[in-house]
């Protein structure tokens, strides 16, 4: 079973309120990621990092920013909410042959 | 276009038939990994496939990626219930982990 954990499964936030959805592993992978997906809609690559202090941009362009600062600790933050940023945010890390996934944050803005 | 394709993208069967899923892609991949969501939860890995010609089985669920790299399939034996949810084909194309996800395909078992 997957050891790789987010925080919160739900919140519901107010436009311009600033976010941060936590994602946590305790399997040791250098390499994680956030994924976004709306609903009914594929997920796609929004950041990923390959260690401790690297981070990147993925496929799809996103407000939100990342940071590792740890290798078990992969935030993402949204420092103003708008309605667009509804959506399913979710974390994943990458051991030798396996993708793991957190069960996901639902961010919903009004 | 879709880089890489789920077929069909809905399923309906009956208890105990089996199925097939399609996963294709317009490029050669480096991996190929299948998933199962239920709706608004996290993905649960099923299997991953590396190797041109590869077979994976797992209790009644059994992938397989083409000798080219860039059709997968995934096969249900004897479907139940509990198989029902959305099956995701995600693809990597260059070793680092970052995949591209299919449409999905939602697989429903009527009892």
């Known amino acids: 079973e997957a050891d790789i954990y987010q925080t919160p499964r739900y919140l519901v936030i107010g436009t311009g309120k600033k976010i941060t959805l936590e994602c946590s592993q305790t399997m040791g992978h250098d390499k994680m990621y956030w994924y976004q997906q709306d609903p009914g809609m594929e997920l796609h690559l929004i950041h990923y990092?390959?260690?401790?202090?690297?981070?990147e941009k993925g496929d799809l362009s996103s407000e939100s920013t990342v940071s590792r600062i740890r290798t078990e600790h992969f935030p993402l933050t949204l420092e103003s909410a708008r309605p667009s940023h509804t959506s399913q945010y979710l974390c994943a890390s990458s051991g030798s042959d396996t993708i793991y996934f957190g069960e996901g944050s639902w961010l919903t803005v009004v | 276009s879709q880089e890489l394709e789920q077929s069909p993208q809905s399923l309906i069967v009956q208890e105990g038939k089996n199925l097939t899923i399609n996963c294709t892609s317009s490029?050669?991949?480096?991996?190929l990994y299948w998933y199962k969501q239920k709706y608004g939860e996290g993905l649960i890995f099923l299997m991953m496939l590396q190797k041109g010609g590869e077979e994976k089985s797992h209790e009644k669920i059994t992938a397989k990626l083409d000798e080219k790299k860039q059709q997968s399939s995934l096969h249900i034996t004897a479907s139940q219930p509990s198989h029902a949810g959305i099956y995701l084909c995600g693809a990597d194309r260059n070793q680092g982990g970052k995949l591209i996800f299919g449409q999905g395909t939602e697989l429903s078992v009527k009892p």
């Open positions: 990092s390959y260690g401790v202090n690297s981070t």
């Open positions: 490029k050669t991949l480096y991996g």
